[in-house]
T-cell receptor, first 113, second 110 residues
Framework: NAGVTQTPKFQVLKTGQSMTLQCAQDMNHNSMYWYRQDPGMGLRLIYYSASEGTTDKGEVPNGYNVSRLNKREFSLRLESAAPSQTSVYFC????????????FGDGTRLSIL | EDQVTQSPEALRLQEGESSSLNCSYTVSGLRGLFWYRQDPGKGPEFLFTLYSAGEEKEKERLKATLTKKESFLHITAPKPEDSATYLCAVLGGGSYIPTFGRGTSLIVHP
C-alpha cells in the first residue's frame, strides 16, 4: 500500500532548465494537490485538481504548470527553472469535498543553481 | 479568509514532561480540523480529524481537543521519538482546500 509516490526524490537543475515532477496515488482519491514548503513559510499551494480533468491555481502558481494525466497521476512542470523555485515540493491527495484529510508523499527536494 | 495560527513555533521538552500545542483558527463554517506530524525529510503524516467543538481524539501519547476557536494537541509523558513538527489545518465552508498553520517544532530530550 504505497499511498502517494513522488519522483524524483532529489534534483539539481541549472537556471533555465525544465523538468517535470511526478506524483501518483493508489487510494482512488478524487483530488490532488501540489505544495511547496520553504523555511518559515509553511506549506503553500501551487495548483490543485479537484477531480480528473480539472486543474486550478493555488496561492503561488507563477512559473509552474500541471497536468492531471488520469485519476492516479498529477504532474508539476517547471518550464524555465529559477533559483526562487528552490524548495521542497509535496504532492497530496484526498477524497475532496467529503472533508477527509490529505495524504502526502515524501517530497521532491529541488535545488536550482 | 480562513486563518490558522500555531503556537509556540518551537518547544523543547524533557522526556516525560507533558505539554500542549495550540492551533487557533478563524474559519467560516468549520468542516474539519486536521493534525499532522512531519518528520525531517518526510511528508506530513495524518494524525487526527476533529469535526465539532467538544470532540476529542487520542492516539498513544497524543490527545487532540477542539473548541470553537482553537484546538490543542496534548502530549503526555513524551518520548524522544515524539520529536517532529506538528501541523494543524482547517477546512471550512464549501472549500476542499485546507488552510495550514506554520507548525510547531517539538524536540523531546532524553
Amino acid at each position: 500500500n504505497a499511498g502517494v509516490t513522488q519522483t524524483p526524490k532529489f534534483q539539481v537543475l541549472k537556471t533555465g532548465q525544465s523538468m517535470t515532477l511526478q506524483c501518483a496515488q493508489d487510494m482512488n482519491h478524487n483530488s490532488m494537490y501540489w505544495y511547496r514548503q520553504d523555511p518559515g513559510m509553511g506549506l503553500r499551494l501551487i495548483y490543485y485538481s479537484a477531480s480528473e480533468g480539472t486543474t486550478d491555481k493555488g496561492e503561488v502558481p507563477n512559473g509552474y504548470n500541471v497536468s492531471r494525466l488520469n485519476k492516479r497521476e498529477f504532474s508539476l512542470r517547471l518550464e524555465s527553472a529559477a533559483p526562487s523555485q528552490t524548495s521542497v515540493y509535496f504532492c497530496a491527495s484526498s477524497q475532496g469535498r467529503n472533508n477527509q484529510p490529505q495524504h502526502f508523499g515524501d517530497g521532491t527536494r529541488l535545488s536550482i543553481l | 479568509e480562513d486563518q490558522v495560527t500555531q503556537s509556540p513555533e518551537a518547544l523543547r521538552l524533557q522526556e516525560g514532561e507533558s505539554s500542549s500545542l495550540n492551533c487557533s483558527y478563524t474559519v467560516s463554517g468549520l468542516r474539519g480540523l486536521f493534525w499532522y506530524r512531519q518528520d525531517p525529510g518526510k511528508g506530513p503524516e495524518f494524525l487526527f480529524t476533529l469535526y465539532s467543538a467538544g470532540e476529542e481524539k487520542e492516539k498513544e501519547r497524543l490527545k487532540a481537543t477542539l473548541t470553537k476557536k482553537e484546538s490543542f494537541l496534548h502530549i503526555t509523558a513524551p518520548k524522544p521519538e515524539d520529536s517532529a513538527t506538528y501541523l494543524c489545518a482547517v477546512l471550512g465552508g464549501g472549500s476542499y482546500i485546507p488552510t495550514f498553520g506554520r507548525g510547531t517544532s517539538l524536540i523531546v530530550h532524553p
